[in-house]
C-alpha cells in the first residue's frame, strides 16, 4: 500500500510540474467529484510547496515559497482559480517565510496556519494565529 502511495505522489508530481512550467496560459479545472482530493507540486527552485485541492473550491497551501517566489505563487493560484486559501500548513521552520505569509493572508483571505506543536512558539508577526497540530492518542 505504501508503495501504491509513494507511486501516485510521483506521479502527480510530475504531471502537476509539466502542468506549471508555463504559468501563463489556459486556467485548469480540476474537475473533482465530491470525494476526491488533489494534490499539486509547485517547480519552487527553492522550498517545498504544494496545493491540496478540495470539492467545494476549499484550498489548503503546504509551506509558501520566499517572498521573491510570491509572484509564481500566486499566478499558479491565478491559474488553477484559487480565489481563497482555506489554509497553510508549515512543514519545516525553514519553510517559514513571514513576508510570504502575509502577503498570502492579505491576497488570498487565509482562514488558519497549521504547524507542529514544537514549531509553533517560534511563529511569530502573523495577522492570524498559528493553530498546533498534535499527534492523536490512540486509545488501547
Not at 505522489?9 to 502542468?19: A, Q, T
Not at 496545493?51 to 489548503?60: A, G, K, R, S, T
Not at 484559487?82 to 521552520?93: A, F, S, V
Amino acid at each position: 500500500m505504501k508503495r501504491f502511495i509513494l507511486a501516485l505522489l510521483i506521479l502527480m508530481f510530475f504531471l502537476s510540474f509539466e502542468g506549471n512550467i508555463i504559468a501563463a496560459g489556459p486556467q485548469v479545472d480540476l474537475k473533482l467529484k465530491p470525494d476526491e482530493f488533489a494534490l499539486t507540486f509547485l517547480p519552487f527552485e527553492k522550498g517545498e510547496v504544494a496545493i491540496i485541492h478540495l470539492p467545494d473550491e476549499v484550498n489548503y497551501l503546504i509551506n509558501t515559497g520566499e517572498i521573491n517566489q510570491s509572484e509564481s505563487l500566486f499566478s499558479t493560484l491565478d491559474k488553477y482559480g484559487i480565489k481563497k486559501i482555506n489554509g497553510i500548513l508549515i512543514t519545516d521552520i525553514k519553510e517559514f517565510h513571514k513576508d510570504a505569509i502575509n502577503s498570502i493572508i492579505e491576497k488570498r483571505g487565509v482562514e488558519q496556519i497549521f504547524t507542529g506543536v514544537k514549531l509553533a512558539p517560534g511563529f511569530t508577526g502573523l495577522d492570524l494565529p498559528v493553530r498546533p497540530l498534535e499527534k492523536e492518542k490512540r486509545s488501547t
